[in-house]
């Protein structure tokens, strides 16, 4: 008993993050908190509640990361010595078997996997049939590249579902086996993940496998698309065994493995599919309006409006089927057909508008814009939800109209520093300023006299002591003129004029 308890305290010991949560998780404990934490947790309830329960679990999470057979045996078997292995079929029982020979090594039938990994669908992928469960990479030694194969052959049925299958494009068919890798982890459902260093060796000639996106910005690594591989082309279409394998970089993550038969759609499948089952009505849009635009007695700002483009995001040009995913907050759409064609391109599922997650699963067509987009002219780019659901068109000439007015500042009244009433102080040098001025230049036209309507007379300011002497000089005195002359010129500052020529308040 206590040689037991000991033993099993060091395999959790062992064991990774995702391990102690999977035990702490089938035990009813929380699994939440740094790796610490976690063994710790573990150990006390090794320690405390002790079971045949406990055990079974401690010792599959074990095995399933320390296998017992080493993996170079089987792979070193004589080509001579036949390989017991059965056909594989869609059923569960029949296409666990494909798994007994991954990493060329021969495991026992009645072993149950420990983690059950999970792939997320992929909506331009339909599986048909399971060839090979998700299994994890087992590396067989110390070295960084690791090679680990599986083995698996088609059934007649399945060989002809390929041969029959028409063409998307030149040697693309619609029915593929395909290659996907994930990491290990049985927490939730797995995206398609790759390993570093990976290469795809299928019958001795190696596949195709995606490469990576460039990147635009300054010091951003590029970036790889996980698709599956598709590994069709280099199978045999007979009974003759396939051998499939997958050079990876051992860097302390663990990945598996798992082999479909899968139906491949396009975009314009997708969109048939979105048209058929996914496509809001109007009057149920028009209630989503109401409830955006319903007043709220608690808020401060009240909306009596929501402005909406029909101008699509993603191409910049006007919407021919608008479309967004139901779990996102705005009403702005985008065109269904363009983010179907980017994403089977580039698969990112992401809303164009506020960058949050879009599966195809939640995307939906607004009936109220695509109606919208029937009734208004080509010219028409924007308009404008009301409270009651409505909507109004806004033409470029009213947008022009607005942003003009938000641009404009406001208009104030010109204060004519001359007039004394006009701001409640008296200028101050204003006499001598005009004195004796009133026909020079420095009135403008003559509109500024004393006769002209307000009484006012508009003061040049850029004019110096020195320029309103000489234009004076008609009307003034010849001694001056000359003593003017003969005296130095005044000192200035950095500005070019006088101080204390004209004060305006």
């Known amino acids: 008993m206590a040689a037991e308890l000991v033993e099993t305290m060091n395999m959790v010991k062992s064991f990774r993050v995702s391990d102690l949560q999977t035990l702490l998780a089938s035990m009813g404990r929380s699994k939440s908190g740094l790796k610490q934490d976690l063994v710790g947790r573990a150990l006390r309830l090794v320690q405390t509640e002790y079971s045949p329960e406990l055990l079974k679990n401690v010792r599959q999470l074990y095995e399933s990361r320390f296998p017992r057979t080493s993996g170079w045996l089987a792979a070193r078997r004589p080509e001579g010595v036949p390989v017991a292995y059965s056909s594989l079929s869609s059923s569960p029982t029949a296409t666990s078997q494909g798994a007994d020979y991954l990493n060329g090594v021969s495991k026992q039938i009645t072993t149950t996997p420990a983690a059950e990994v999970k792939l997320v669908p992929l909506p331009f992928y339909q599986t048909l049939e399971t060839l090979l ?60 993940q790759y390993p570093p260093n990976i290469a795809v060796k299928v019958n001795q000639s190696y596949c195709h496998v995606p490469g ?31 051998r499939v394998t997958v050079t990876w970089g051992n860097f302390g993550k663990r990945y598996s493995v798992a082999v479909y038969l899968v139906r491949v759609f396009t975009a314009a499948d997708l969109f048939s599919q979105l048209k058929l089952c996914s496509v809001e009505s109007a009057e149920r849009c028009r209630e989503r309006i109401q409830d955006k635009l319903r007043y709220d007695p608690e808020s401060e700002i009240a909306t009596t409006g929501l402005r909406v483009s029909l101008i699509c995001p993603l191409v910049k040009m006007r919407l021919g089927v608008p479309s967004r995913v139901l779990t996102c907050a705005h009403l702005q759409c985008f065109d269904a057909v363009f983010f179907l064609q980017m994403n089977e391109k580039k698969p990112t599922w992401t809303c164009p508008v506020c960058d949050k997650p879009a599966p195809f699963e939640l995307l939906t067509i607004d009936g109220l814009l695509a109606e919208i987009l029937k009734e208004t002219s080509e010219d028409i780019e924007e308009i404008e939800y009301l409270t009651d659901g409505s909507w109004l068109p806004i ?27 006009a701001n409640g102080h008296s200028p101050a040098h204003s006499s001598t300023s005009l004195t004796g001025k009133s026909g020079s230049g420095s009135v403008a036209g003559g509109s500024g006299g004393p006769g002209a309507p307000g009484g006012g007379a508009v003061v040049d300011l850029t004019l110096d002591s020195s320029s309103e002497e000489e234009g004076g000089g008609a009307g003034g005195d010849s001694e001056d003129t000359e003593d003017s002359a003969d005296s130095p010129a005044p000192k200035r500052g950095r500005y070019n004029y006088d101080k204390d020529l004209v004060t305006a308040y």
């Open 133 to 192: 469960q998700p299994t994890e990479l087992i590396a067989q030694n110390n070295e960084k590249l690791q090679d680990s194969q599986c083995i698996f052959e088609l059934t007649p049925n399945q060989a002809d579902q390929i041969r029959n299958a028409t063409e998307l494009r030149p040697g693309i068919r619609s029915i593929q086996v395909v290659l996907r890798i994930c990491y290990t982890d049985s927490i939730g459902v797995q995206e398609d």
């Open 212 to 242: 990576y996106y460039p990147s635009n910005k300054p010091g951003v690594e590029p970036r790889r698309p996980c698709r599956p591989v598709n590994i069709t082309p280099w199978l045999h279409l007979s009974s003759i065994t396939n």
């Open 395 to 421: 033409s470029d000439e009213e947008k022009r109209d607005r942003e003009r007015e938000r641009s404009n500042t406001p208009d104030y009244p010109v204060v004519d520093i001359c007039i004394p009433e």
